[in-house]
């Protein structure tokens, strides 16, 4: 099954919407933006920064020692890759860390299966010296976590052995379209695979299985069994996922509730590597 960090950043949203971030912005602010994006992103993943938190464009400005204008061309571009959202209108729209829904969580899994699908197949047209290799690693991984279902491990272990597994017939096989696609959308499906991994442990021998059926197609050279065989890994796991979150629920949903947030964590990033503050703020 395809299948949370140190630091975090805040809240208080900026009161206008992001602009085109191209517009604006210097070369010399080219590396900034770069490190902002990163920055914001792995918080965001690692469930740092929790869904449904307000982002202040200056506190992160702050934190990160940046200008306001790099801060806010990472955030137009985490909103176009759907890890930030607005919520509100005019004076009143905010930017929020998007939330965790199941539609969203659906969509999701499906885009990654189907670039995985893709994936697993070109690896399985790889010439048979190469594959071997690649088997060979896939097999010791997918073991690793055959372990980890038996001694019923740690969670964040697994997630790291899983999201190994996957990489392993992506990175240095996909080309580069395919691979920078997958490198904007992979790293969503990870913010559910990480929330809710310790529901998922329970679940790890069903994985295993049918990485092992990604694993013999790519070993026979069988580029549609490879294909198919990762594209119903991530079907079934979207199905895992949808039965999880109708026993968990949804996070960062306000609109679930009708109404917009009437305080929320100001998750601070501390970037000295520093223990995460949080306060709260009223909206």
Do not use: C
Not at 169 to 177: F, K, T, W
Request: proline share 5%.
């Amino acid at each position: 099954m395809p299948a949370s960090s140190r630091r975090s950043t805040t809240a208080a949203a900026p009161r206008q919407a992001p602009r085109d971030a191209a517009k604006g912005t210097k070369p010399a602010d080219l590396d900034n933006v770069t490190r902002a994006y990163q920055e914001l992103r792995r918080v965001i993943v690692w469930g740092q920064l929790p869904p449904g938190a307000r982002i202040s464009e200056r506190i992160v400005a702050d934190r990160l020692g940046l200008s306001r204008t790099p801060v806010r061309s990472a955030l137009h571009r985490l909103e176009q890759e759907g890890f930030v959202a607005s919520v509100g209108s005019g004076r009143e729209r905010r930017l929020v860390v998007a939330p965790l829904t199941m539609h969203d969580g659906q969509e999701v899994y499906a885009l990654v299966g189907h670039l995985e699908g893709l994936a697993s197949r070109i690896a399985a047209g790889l010439p048979a010296a190469v594959r071997s290799g690649l088997v060979k690693r896939l097999r010791t991984l997918n073991a690793a976590l055959a372990a980890q279902a038996s001694t019923h491990g740690d969670a964040a272990h697994f997630f790291d052995l899983d999201s190994e597994f996957h990489r392993g017939y992506v990175e240095g096989v996909a080309g580069p379209r395919l691979l920078a696609l997958h490198r904007a959308i992979k790293p969503q499906s990870e913010r559910y695979s990480r929330l809710y991994a310790s529901v998922f442990l329970n679940q790890v021998t069903t994985s295993v299985r049918e990485h092992e059926s990604i694993i013999r197609g790519i070993a026979r050279g069988d580029r549609a069994g490879a294909q198919r065989a990762a594209e119903m890994n991530w079907r079934n796991a979207a199905e895992r996922l949808a039965r999880v979150i109708e026993q968990h629920g949804e996070r960062g949903n306000w609109e679930a509730w009708g109404e917009q947030p009437l305080a929320t964590d100001l998750v601070v990033l501390d970037p000295s590597g520093g223990r995460t503050r949080r306060k709260r703020s009223a909206s």
